[in-house]
Every structure is written in C-alpha cells, then in structure tokens.
C-alpha cells in the first residue's frame, strides 16, 4: 500500500513540476489533475489485466506486474495452484474409489436423489443390461423392470434385500441375484447387487442333504423295527420268519450301500487328487464296464419279453483308445455308474451306446447315450447333488442310493474331466465325459520278439 501512494504522489509531483514550468501555477494545479487522472488510467489498466487473467484461469499466462496488483497477481496464482492440485488429488481419490468399485465382484449402482443412474460398474452393467454412457441419469425404475424391485421401490424400506431372477436366468441355470439399496448423502443412493445363486443352491443342497439322509435312514430303520416287533409278538411259521428275516437283510443292505456311499464321498473330498503315474488301459475299464452293464441289463429284463440293446466300442477302437492315468477304481466306479444309470432308467426294448471318442486337441469324450424316460431341464443342474432324485418312486424301484451321480462328479472332477449332461423327456438322455489330453496316451505297442 505505501509504494501505491509513493507513486501516486511522484505522479502528482511531476504533474504539478511539468504544470508549473508550462503556466505557473494554474499551470502546476492542471499538471497535478492531469497527472491524477494518468495514474488512474494506469493503475485501472492494470487491474483489468489481473481480472482478466483471474477470468481465464490460465496459470501459463500470469501477467507481470509490480505494486500491488503484481502481489495479488502472485498471490492468486498460487491460491489457484494449491486449489488445482487439492483438485487434481480429490480426482485421482474419485478415480481410486471408482476403480475400486468397478474391481468388486458385485454390482454396483450410484443413483441420484430422483434415482436416477449417474455411475454403475461393468458387473451392474452385466447384470441388468445397462449401457454405461446410453444410460446415465435414465430412472432405474424403467431399466429394472422386474415387479420386485418396482415394489420393492415404492415400498422405500431398504433395510432388506430383495431377491431377482437374472437376465442370463433359465430353467437350466437358474441366476438369482440380491438386490439392496443404501441411501447416504443428500438424498442419494447406493444399489448394490450380488450373484446369491452358489448360496441358494448350497442352502438347498444343505436342506436336501438332511432331509434326504433322514429319509433314506428312516424308511428301512422303520421297517426293520416293524419287522423285529413282529418277530417279537407273533408266532411265525419256519417259511414266514425265513421271508422276514429275508426283507430284513434287503433293508439292512440298503442301509450299507448308503453308508458306504456317504464314506466313499467323505474319502474323494478329503483324499489328494490322483497323480499321472497310475496308467490304465482305456480297454480293461470299459470291457469291465460291458460285463456289468450286460449282468444288470439281463437281470432287470429277465421277466420280460424285449431286452434291451446294448452298443459298446469295437475292438479296434478300444485298442486305439490307448490308456488314461489317474485311479483306476474311482474311474471304473464313474464310468460304470454312468452305464449302469443308463440302464436302470431305460425300458425294456430300449437301447444304450457307449462310445469313446479321441479329438484332436488331444482330449478324448466318453459317452453314454440312452433312449430312457429322460430328464426335465429343471433338474439337469442339480441332478448330482447328493440325494437329489428327480423321480422318487422311480429311484426306490431301480435300486438307488441318490449318491451315485454326486460321486461321479467327484470322481471326474479329481481327474481333471468335465460332465456335460443333455437330455429330452421321454426321448432319453447322453451323459458326456471330456477327459483332459495330460492324462491320456497311445496303448504301449508290445516288443517284438527276435
């Protein structure tokens, strides 16, 4: 401020000097006024400069003054470097949080006060069908079209979830997706949304488990008490008892084949996966799995007039098929039950083809082809869980434990082999195994005798 009136007095002074050497001094009062009027002029001008600067906003073009408009110069371009790199830092903070929310394995939407969509991730995108530019500051309402989130909405009770179907969802794969909605500042709020489907299935797998093995349990436990109540109070004939004590051991069995069930279950999950020194010849398992196939056929069929038609792989493919490395107990089991599934669940007069068939990536497929009742397309995804039955009386009729198709999948699961299950009601159903090409190669050719 004090070099601000210095120069407005030197101003004056060589105003009012110049005045005075010109006209006296009327002269010098003119000089002065003028000189006042000048230095106005100049100090106006460069204010302008620093306002217009301050307008642009441009820090590369900081105007050079001295005085007092250079110090507010200077010190506004620095405010306006703090500011923007207080900016920048609140940006690369937004851009971290979002790229946090955008990396989370659920589904995240920001909705403004009027619920309105001004971010959401790709997995929310995924998830609902959303473009990320088409649809900012579109109504969720008229995106999410699912009656429950609509009531769900004009309901305004967000201390739940709501669950709803996904868009991939069908009877096959079924997607389930929960929902809730978090308000937080001004009105604003979060829509988070979760793929709960793995959960829902595993509390269902959970209910089934127990209510399967009470039921399975249960039903020859009750029998073999009937039984030993009767054997107890009643005089029996030698052919009666002997007919009881007959249907108690077919129970008893059954209560072992479950158990054993569950024990070689326990030992899959818990045991290491089995390794590639152990070689099979593709052959043994599936010749083994022919006789068996055709002792169940004949033995389910013996009553009737039309067997059924069994197709194996010829000798020359089995030769070729070369060998496989992993268990060969547990791969006789899962190949077997496939079979043997195959044949409880066909008809008479029907037919089961089994073929094995190298690729040329390397992999190789086994497949059990039947013309049996088939399955609905509900039941495919959950159809090796322990103890599901598609058809109870049907199970109870061929034999069953419910276990046989979640050790299957063990089973393939341990030698690296994937189960693709198709099927058409009342037309029957294929069962496909693609075994991996590290555990297989050719048959070991024989050496030559000299």
Sequence with gaps: MFSRSAYFLVFQLIGGAIGWWQEGVWGALVGAGFAAWGWFALDLWRGTRVLRWLRMGDLSSVPQLRGMWGEAAD?????LRQAQAQVGKSQARLQEVLAALQATPNGVVLLDAQGRIEWCNQIAAAYFGLDVQRDLMQFIGNLVRAP????????????????LQGRDSTPAHPVRLSVQLFPYADGRMLLLARDVTALEQADAMRRDFVANVSHEMRTPLTVLSGFVETLQTLPLNVQERARYLSMMAQQATRMQHVVEDLL???RLEGSPFPGLGEWTPVKTLLRRCEEEARALSSLLTKHQQRPHTLQFPSADVLQQAGEIAGSQSELQSALSNLISNAVRYTPGGGSITVEWLPQDDGTAVFSVRDTGVGIAPEHIPRITERFYRVDRSRSRETGGTGLGLAIVKHVLQRHGA???????????STFSVTFPANRLR??????LAH
Excluded: M, N
């Excluded at 909405?153 to 201390?159: G, H, K």
């Design 75 to 79: 010190r506004a371009r620095r405010l």
């Design 148 to 163: 429950e989130f609509s009531a769900y909405w004009t309901a305004q009770d967000f201390s739940h979830d709501v669950i």
């Design 264 to 266: 070689t279950l326990s």
């Design 418 to 428: 994937a189960l693709h299950i198709t099927s058409t009601v009342g037309k029957g």
């Design 442 to 447: 050719p048959a070991a050719q024989p050496a």
